[in-house]
């Protein structure tokens, strides 16, 4: 009977309601303020209040029942009969009274173990700084003396006892929450998933009991991560390899996910690491040949020689294998990754989710992601919070990441306590209350127990999970480092510090279950392969690079694009007529938007006369089309549903149920699937998660928007490290659009300028294009063009604003028909003098063509022509030399509205001086029209913006030569 009340809930309710009073007194209900300080206070004091084992009174809220809210016990006479006699059970009323207190304490010192307890765990290998004891983890923190250790309590069935000694309690959940496991739940909300790893850690006594072919399979997986090491070691002292020394559990760890995972219908899964270990991966996760690893140390190259790019070092590079788990195979995919440690992460992400798209794995259990992280990186890279931050977004939710830490409990040089505020370099995971499981690597079993319940617990909620391996570096950052420059204490205690190994060799000899002779020829045996491996590499010549394989089969690499080379981005008449009716026909009894129903109406007369068509619809064609013909279509960006400035309304908004409408989605039923999706406020996490999303998706278009062009500044890492050159380097093609908008209108410096001179500047041996469009139905064949290519390369556009409804940038619906094609330059489209007498050809590109166009009317020219080059890079040079040949009298000038140090000058002038030195053309070398060099991209002043834009108008169009100022002089200021 004294145990009546402890049910499950009650019991969590008085703990719960317990911290919360030693947390804040102030949060708690009044009534239970007293009895919470007489319980510390003087805890015999609560047995003469309380009347009975149902702990009813009438001026406290009653807890034998679940809901702590329910009504008080009626009052009741007083019985003095009843209150003399003995308790149930022969005890009297006290000794009951006493027990129940026994139980609450004992309940509340419990659940403080279950959120504190990680604090005393023995996580540190080298022990450098031990745990600190907590008062709130002390049994005489809850009232208990020593005299009390042997005293019996009940405990309900709560760590599966229903009763036990109060030092085999404390014994038994120091043993689940203190020993070489810490584990982190109880920030989490969810109580299924706080149910769940409470269950799973204390059911178990937060252990796994391994069989004996378990336990040597540990060990075997330990000699080979420390013995290939150490055989690198030897072989190639001092040459860089950011061993895996001192964390050799995280194989074993990471065998243990795919090997439980692929139980637990895990297919695919795609891993994402920086350097540390990853050589180690490679070989013995992966199952890189040793052979080809070893050839590659002796400056071999991983790719067949007939492969051009650049390369890059080894412990860069990634692969792909199956790997079969009791007969069920898993396909595993390691990406390569530049020193920017944790930018693969979002680049994974973004790969599981294409492929989960692909195979239609809506459950989100067939295709996981595994990041590997250093400490460092993980608590101080803002990538990783901007990937958390997605994990459970719905067009970007991956059921759940597995984040394994390789905590080397040291940065390069840097020491914990001056790398991260928090107390664990893990705490960033607890923005989406992922559990963080914390174990000692030097404690292999503990290793794997915990990587076991890390799958389980994401294959069961679709979750992130964090598994934190503290351990240790044994050499410096590389292999040629002296890291006793700066951390001379652990570096003494790693240089006497036993192998993990060695400790497990040692453990299984102990326990009987091998000799010391097998344990040591374990690892020899391994060594001896090695030394084979090692002879075979000398004539070891890869046969096949690592790409152009599954979705990629078909494709082909393109090393140098042909100028002239056309691709069939036309559609019949019939297909643009049925994607327009999609646009333009909303749903019957769907409340549209008033200003959108206009627009919509617009849409149809734009279809019925073939005329008009403005960006956002031509825009709408190229996605449309492209569904209709089975490629899949996914865009994302800030507010790019509706567009930065309303120019696209892929989503149809209901005025009163806010029920939503795509389009898009509406062309055919056989059509494939458009996605659009408002993204979270990042650029640097999305724009790498598109970027992997592409990587897996060859066949569909895959695009990313900045709200504002300048925005894409914050993800330069991923066009410097990916987009720009992650073919050359990895062998690995990316058809991904990136729209920036731009255009210089007077709002300012943070409005106008998407910086198109950083991405020119990056650009070489064909490696993607850059383009600034002025027509619809040119950005509409760019588009299309993406796709209907056989190679994928990423295309950046300079996109419009203004133009988005400027009544001359329109096209036809003939322009996207029959007969129609990308053009990389647009020659003057007006009818004027005869070419030999044209004095002026100016080329320019994207909207200040437009103001050049307007002032040329104006002023009543003829003598003038505007060439718009259309795309950028790859340099048009054909084109633009037969243009410039239709002119031989004619100066050439090249405007921009830019500043000279950014825009396209810098990059044109060079290029458009050896066409004119090949024509032998009379101008003799291009002319410069535009803003002068600037440290600010625009003015922020909208008057003196278009007295800037006029004046540069009248200098291109009506300056003589000679009285052009020179772009990077002072005399060259506008006005």
Known sequence: MEASFLTGANATFIA?????????PASVDPSWVGLFKELMEDPTALAREVKGPSWGRTDRKVIGSVDPDAPPAPKKKPDAAKDAAPAAGGLSEQDVRARVLDSIRVLMMIRTYRVRGHLMAALDPLQIQGPVPHPELDYRTYGFTEADLDREIFIDNVLGLEKARLRDIIALVQKTYCSTIGV?????????QKAWIQKRIEGSRNETEFSVLGKRTILERLCQAEGFEKFLQVKYTGTKRFGLEGGEATIPAIEQILK??????VEDVVIGMAHRGRLNILTNIMHKPYRAMFSEFQGNSANPDDVQGSGDVKYHLGTSVDREFDGKTVHLSLQPNPSHLETVDPV??????????????????????????GDAAFSGQGVVAECFGMSQLKGYRTGGTIHLVINNQIGFTTSPQYSRSGTYCTEIAKMVQAPILHVNGDDPEAVVHAARVAIEYRQAFKADVVLDIVCYRRQGHNESDEPAFTQPTMYKKIGGHTTTRQMYAAKLVQDGLMTAEEAEEVYVAFQRELEKEFEAANSYKPNKADWLESRWKGLTWLSDEEEFREYDTQVSLEDLQKVGKALYT?????????????????????FATGKDFDWGTGEALAFGTLVLEGHPVRLSGQ????????QRHSVLVDQTTENTYVPLNNVDPKQAHYEVLDSPLSEYGVLGYEFGYSLAEPNGLTLWEAQFGDFANGAQIIFDQYISSSESKWLRMSGLVVLLPHGFEGQGPEHSSARPE?????CAEDNMQVCNLTTPANYYHALRRQVRRNFRKPLIIMTPKSLLRHKMAVSELADFGPGSSFKRVIGETAALKPDAQIRRVVLCTGKVYYDLLQARQDKGLDDVALVRVEQLYPWPKNSVKAVLAQYPNADV?????????????????LRLDFIIEELGHKSGKALYVGRPASASPATGSYKKHNAEQALLADQALTYAAADLPQPFTRASKLG
């Open 639 to 646: 507010d790019c549903g509706r567009g930065t400035f309303s």
């Open 184 to 192: 982190e739940f109880m920030h989490i909300q969810d109580p299924d």
């Open 758 to 762: 950083r991405y020119l500047q990056l």
């Open 260 to 265: 439980r995972g692929s139980q637990l219908g």
């Open 893 to 909: 000038v090249w405007c921009q509205e830019e500043p000279a140090n950014g825009g396209y000058w810098t990059f044109v002038k």
């Open 586 to 606: 909303p749903p019957q009894n769907f409340d549209v938007n008033r200003k959108i129903l206009r627009q919509l109406k617009a849409k149809e007369e734009m």
């Open 348 to 373: 994974v992400l973004g790969k599981v989710r294409a492929r989960q798209t692909q195979i239609g794995d809506t459950e989100r259990v067939r295709v996981l992601g595994l990041l590997i992280h």
């Open 16 to 24: 719960e309601l317990y911290q919360r009073y030693l947390d804040d």
